[in-house]
């Protein structure tokens, strides 16, 4: 019985033991670890002169440069329609003709109109001539006192009567011309000929259907002729990018049904006025339509395809340029002397909120260094740096994470070697290039 409690009090001084080392090993562990400064692994690339080129992207669809929407200034229904939607037409072909009888009729009666009031200014004319000499000869015999004061106003008030209904008669005949006029473009109006030479991209109406004029709203929309010679993208691009547009632009487009084929353009007009989607909402946006005439349109492009521009907005040579993820904002903290304490610097000085600057980290030995730069313009990979930089640095340009949280000045770095062999094909791959 004693034999088994010394056994039993030996194995538990054995048990505690071990855990009793183990503790104390797990405690050197983080002790060591905690004086360890953190080492934070990054890639790296070297700051490089290239060519770059500013791109603004934006979407749209197709539409003829030139297109015409015809709608009757008459109303009337439609007696002869001698072409159908895809035909080509030249400007001057006749493309529908309206019922003409209730306006020839209308000519007829104003043509009538202004027959009569001719034949009766002849009539008012010959009065006229008439009262006109009778007052001439009693102003020769007032001149001879031959003729009364009485007389002499009685003639001229005849002839002022006479003079005044001869001048009403010149204006109706006048009115009958312009009602004349009126009545024969009328009549003109229901043949309708084309404006341009096209296609004809839409037609809305088939024949002994009654369509309605002008006068009506806007009118029944007859055809739509296009000149699908002449094509332009129209695409929507947001108010931060539209300032960086300009006319004469280089643009590449993409259209969706011809797959990657590219197609050369050039930016002919900028919208003034904004296009607003979701106004007063968290979704709201702002675009500016803006155009680009093709300069090789494909014969089979039509009215309505989707499509993709990338609009070049500007290119400069041999500048210094870095990875676009390399260059991160940050707020620009004074460096701390000793004794001073470690409060955070306040964002807000002299009633002006800081803004954070555009920093890049270099690679120095197993460091990094943080330095301002200020940047110019970027296309899908690098940016350009205006100052901060030389070139043939080593700038950190990953993890993300790392450039915009966790870096700062002085902070202890693992960055990969790159051997020989990768460095000479990097080299003859920018050669190449």
């Known amino acids: 019985m004693g034999k088994q409690k010394k056994k039993n009090s030996k194995k538990k001084f054995i048990i505690f033991g071990i855990i009793g080392l183990i503790i104390a090993i797990l405690v050197v562990v983080v002790i060591t670890n905690s004086s360890n400064e953190k080492i934070t692994s990054v890639q790296t690339e070297k700051v490089e002169k290239r060519d770059i080129t500013q791109v603004v992207s934006a979407t749209g669809k197709i539409y003829p440069e030139y297109q015409v929407e015809l709608r009757p200034e008459v109303t009337g229904e439609i007696v002869k329609l001698p072409v159908k939607e895809g035909d080509i037409v030249k400007k001057g072909d006749l493309l529908i003709r309206l019922k003409p009888e209730?306006?020839?009729?209308?000519?007829?009666?104003?043509?009538?109109?202004?027959?009569?009031?001719?034949?009766?200014?002849?009539?008012?004319?010959?009065?006229?001539?008439?009262?006109?000499?009778?007052?001439?000869?009693?102003?020769?015999?007032?001149?001879?006192?031959?003729?009364?004061?009485?007389?002499?106003?009685?003639?001229?008030?005849?002839?002022?009567?006479?003079?005044?209904?001869?001048?009403?008669?010149?204006?109706?005949?006048?009115?009958?011309?312009?009602?004349?006029?009126?009545?024969?473009?009328?009549?003109?109006?229901?043949?309708?000929?084309?404006?341009?030479?096209?296609?004809?991209?839409?037609?809305?109406?088939?024949?002994?259907?009654?369509?309605?004029?002008?006068?009506?709203?806007?009118?029944?929309?007859?055809?739509?002729?296009?000149?699908?010679?002449?094509?332009?993208?129209?695409?929507?691009?947001?108010?931060?990018?539209?300032?960086?547009?300009?006319?004469?632009?280089?643009?590449?487009?993409?259209?969706?049904?011809?797959?990657?084929?590219?197609?050369?353009?050039?930016?002919?007009?900028?919208?003034?006025?904004?296009?607003?989607?979701?106004?007063?909402t968290q979704d709201e946006i702002v675009n500016f339509e803006v155009r680009i005439s093709l300069l090789n349109p494909n014969e089979k492009i039509r009215p309505g395809m989707s499509c993709d521009a990338d609009i070049e907005t500007e290119t400069r040579f041999d500048v210094v340029t870095v990875p676009i993820q390399s260059v991160t904002a940050r707020m620009d903290k004074p460096k701390k002397k000793k004794g001073e304490s470690d409060e955070k610097e306040p964002k807000v000085k002299n009633g002006k909120r800081k803004k954070p600057v555009e920093v890049v980290f270099l690679l120095e030995g197993n460091e990094v260094k943080k330095v301002k730069v200020k940047t110019g313009i970027s296309d899908d990979t690098y940016i350009e740096i205006t100052s901060g930089l030389e070139g043939d640095e080593n700038v950190v340009n990953g993890p993300y994470r790392a450039i915009s949280k966790e870096l700062e000045d002085g902070a202890k770095v693992m960055a990969p070697k790159k051997d020989k062999d990768e460095k000479k094909e990097s080299e003859s791959d920018v050669e190449s290039k």
Do not use: C, W
């Not at 209730?102 to 009569?116: F, G, I, P, V």
């Not at 006479?162 to 009545?183: I, R």
């Open 102 to 280: 209730q306006y020839t009729a209308q000519r007829d009666r104003a043509k009538a109109s202004l027959q009569s009031s001719k034949a009766m200014l002849k009539v008012r004319e010959a009065g006229l001539e008439k009262i006109k000499s009778d007052y001439k000869r009693v102003q020769g015999l007032y001149a001879k006192e031959l003729a009364s004061q009485q007389e002499l106003e009685t003639a001229k008030s005849n002839y002022l009567q006479s003079l005044g209904s001869y001048e009403a008669q010149e204006a109706s005949v006048l009115q009958a011309k312009a009602s004349l006029y009126d009545a024969q473009e009328q009549l003109n109006k229901t043949s309708i000929y084309s404006p341009i030479d096209g296609r004809i991209t839409a037609l809305n109406v088939e024949l002994s259907e009654r369509v309605l004029g002008s006068s009506f709203s806007q009118g029944t929309h007859l055809m739509t002729v296009a000149d699908l010679a002449k094509m332009e993208a129209r695409v929507e691009v947001d108010e931060n990018d539209v300032v960086l547009i300009s006319i004469g632009d280089t643009t590449n487009v993409e259209i969706d049904a011809f797959g990657e084929e590219k197609f050369k353009g050039l930016v002919s007009q900028i919208g003034n006025s904004a296009k607003t989607t979701g106004f007063g």
